[in-house]
């Protein structure tokens, strides 16, 4: 892939694959994103007790996952990803659609009765599936490890950085993956492990601190800012300081459209099909 994250436009990254057009975090979503013309997708990920990495937001499978009622999940409570092996989180139907982007079909069949057969696209995706359509699709790819400094014990979560990346490597994706985090320390542990793999520090709204000083320190070539507090002043600093800047989650056309006039490299969206 020739991409650069430093386009003549805006890269459109679409945000948990797109989740206004399937459910988050799965292959269903990402193909879709892909036919409205989407340049890449965010995606977040995570460990299993058996250290495979899949894709889940939450640290929890509740929300996004049919696991509040499916008999394995109710009999070994907390649904916590890193409880349970690859093969039983692959029993779970990860077809959910918060209720802002439900499909009135959504309505009338509610998700827990769909049928036992749910393509594999509606389920829970480790890395390497994610990879292997992304590199089909000619998308990029925007990995986010989630913090599981605090949640997860160190026996399985201490080397995520170390996974995800042997991961990307074993699949021959350097060029087309960004590493992104709001743990820093990730950032920086993955630019010293594998340099030429490009980084993004991700930072909250509201955040306290100096964002293009926490690039620095992690040696990221991104920030990944939350877009409401963004001014066209922060954009043209972290510009001048060679940085990309791919804001999130960028959903109004209005914002687009200004964003995109004070200079940002992407946008990270629920909703590819308006970008």
Known sequence: MSLSLINERPLIWAHRGGRSLAAENTLAAVRKAKETGADGWELDVQVTKDGEVILLHDLNLLRSTNAS???????????????????????????????????????EQPWRELPE???????????????????????????????????????LAGDIVEKVLGVIRAQSMDDQVVVSSFNHDYVRRSKEVAP?????????????????????????????????????????????????????????????KRLTKWGVTGLVTDYPQNA
Do not use: Q
């Not at 749910?118 to 359509?133: G, N």
């Not at 306290?208 to 800012?225: C, F, K, S, Y």
């Not at 002043?233 to 687009?256: C, F, H, Q, W």
């Open 69 to 107: 009622v499916h008999p394995l999940f109710i009999g070994n409570p907390p649904a916590l990803p890193w409880r349970f092996s690859l093969t039983e989180i692959k029993e779970l139907s990860a077809d959910v659609f918060p209720r802002r982007f439900c499909p009135p079909k959504y309505i």
């Open 196 to 256: 030429h793999i490009l980084t993004g520090v991700l930072t909250e709204h509201k955040y306290a601190g100096d964002p293009l000083e926490a690039a620095r320190i992690a040696n990221a070539d991104a920030w990944h800012p939350g877009f409401r507090y963004l001014t066209e002043d922060k954009v043209k600093a972290a510009r001048e300081a060679g940085l990309a800047i791919n804001p999130y989650t960028v959903n109004e056309v209005e914002d687009m």
């Open 117 to 155: 057969n749910l393509p594999s696209d509606l389920r829970i995706p480790t890395l390497i599936e994610a990879l292997k359509v992304s590199r089909d699709l000619d998308m990029w790819i925007n990995v986010e490890i989630k913090d599981l400094s605090k949640a997860v014990p160190n026996s």
